[in-house]
Each structure stands twice: as C-alpha cells, then as structure tokens.
C-alpha cells in the first residue's frame, strides 16, 4: 500500500468512498480491469478504511491506529487474502472453505472484516461455486472483493451478486506522465506503456524488471522456431518456470496483431515486432494462425489445473513450427 494514488483511479475511488459515508457500501465488490492498472491498490486502499479504527469523514484511513499500524506491517488479522498456492495454479475449493470459515467467526478488532480475492479469475469451478454461500449470505461486516482481469470469465451466478465497479485505462498522456514522475526516460516509458496496452503499473513493472528485455527474447525464440533454427522442445524447457503465462500472452498478443496486419494492413507499432512479424507474415495462413490463437487462450486458462505444463508449451511450439513447414511444402514448385 505504499506509493502515490493513481489519479485514474479516483472516480471509482470517490464511487467507492461515498458509498461508504452513506453506509450503503456492498458486502461483496468486483473490480474489474486489465491488469497493471492498479486494481489492488484500489482494494488495499479500501480495506484499509474499513479497518481502521477512526477513519476520516473524508473517507480516509487515519494511518496510525493500530489497526493501520497492523496493515502497514501486513498483519491485520481481520484482513485475508485469498489466491492460488502457487503461482499460475487456480484457488481451490479448499482454500474457499477455510476463508468461510474463518470469515464466520467474530471480528478480531470489532470493525470489518475483509477479504480479497485476488486474481478471482484463477478460482476454479468448484471453488466459485463455494463462494456462493459466502456472496449469498455474508456475516455482519463483512467485505468481499473481488479483483479480475477478465470478468466474463467468471460464473454469472459469482458476477450477479457483487457491485461490479471497472477500472478504466487513463489516456496515454496521464500514464507518461505518471511514469516521468517515477522516474523513468521517456523514450523507455513509451514503449512500455505500449507493451503493457496503456497500463502504467505494468508499464513501470517492464521497465524496472527486466521484462522488456526478457519479452524480446521470447519474440526472438518464437522467429528462431518458425525458421527452424531453434528446436521447440529446447525452447519448451526455457519458458517453462513462474512466468509461463506471462509469455504465452505475449504469444497470443502477438498472433492477433498478425491477424490484424494480414486482414486490416495493420501493422504493429513496435518497430522491432513489425519486422519480425512480417517475415512470418508472408509464410502463415491466416486460418491457421486464428487456431493456433485460440488454443494459446485455452492453454491460458488451463494452466492452473494440473496439466504438465512442459508438454503443453511443447506441442504449442512444435505446431508453430508446422505453421513455417507447411506453407513452405505446399509451396508452387517453380
């Protein structure tokens, strides 16, 4: 929770802080939005209004109480976070048990009892039913939020009984200007800002980490592939870790606007992705870029249900490869 307050994230804040000040705030919230804009910040900030002990008319927390003394610490014990075990992996309905359970039970402090859920994308089926009950029949004081990329993902029995509030892109020159403010060139802060789709959280997550670096060497390995020259399973074996979602949305990303240049004229931006696009532009069928597409978005949403990730990035990559093969063997013999 530290840091400076998104300006964009203002007008749902003040939707959110009214509804607090006229006591009509719900017991379960949806904050939707693409990620890296700020959507648990919006939530950290609000529970720690509920949670602290004098908080301003002006719906702010005090910060000094010691409930806030707590959430600053990460310690507040009427304050739960529910999320996969392991990173990529989905929420259980195990993991949905034990919160009810602990939600059930009397309020440490007195005041509200919190809980996020974040990323509610990543709740299973069985999961998302069992968080029925607590949506359907919350104890006193209690908040559930709920923090998705991808709303439409999510059980509509889940989506009708939370206050679905969404998290809306600032223009590009608000997101530059918030990253000029921490402190990043602006050369690099436009080309950031442009991978991560004009979510300048993400955008300063890429330029401090190293993922801009990491993205052109996934791009790289994928044209290495398509050409033959880089052996699929080995390239299976290197993407393969924590961030294997991370990499198959820049591959999907990178299909659409394929498709887009193929059937629009629309190039990509990015120079260095343009170029590389075109060369495999020119030797893909369209058809078959549509499929391979869908299936990376299917393999998004299987990740965290147990299936050998290796073998999954494998056939991916080696069905990249036929894509370059088969366009070249059924090429006219001149």
Known sequence: MNGRFPPWLTPTWEQLSSDWRQGRLAHALLLSGADGLG????????AALLLCEHPADTGQSCGHCQACLWLQAGAHPDLRL???EEAGKAIKIDQVRALSVELAMTSY?????????????ALNVNAANGLLKTLEEPTADTVLILLSASPGSLPA????????LRVHRPDSGAGLDWMHAEGIADDTAQRCLQVAGGAPLAAVELAAGGVLAERDRRLAQLAGVFRGRDDPLRVAADWLGEHEARTLGWWRDWLQALVRWQQAGLPPDEPQVAQTLQQISESVDCRQVFELSDRIVAALHSLGSGLNRQLLLEDLLIDWARLARTRRSAAPVT
């Not at 009892?113 to 994308?121: G, W």
């Open 109 to 121: 402090s007195g005041h509200h009892k919190v809980a996020l859920v974040a990323p509610a994308d």
């Open 157 to 164: 029995t889940v989506r009708s009984r939370c206050r679905h």
């Open 39 to 46: 959507k648990r910040r919006l939530a950290e900030r609000l």
């Open 82 to 84: 529910l999320q996969p």
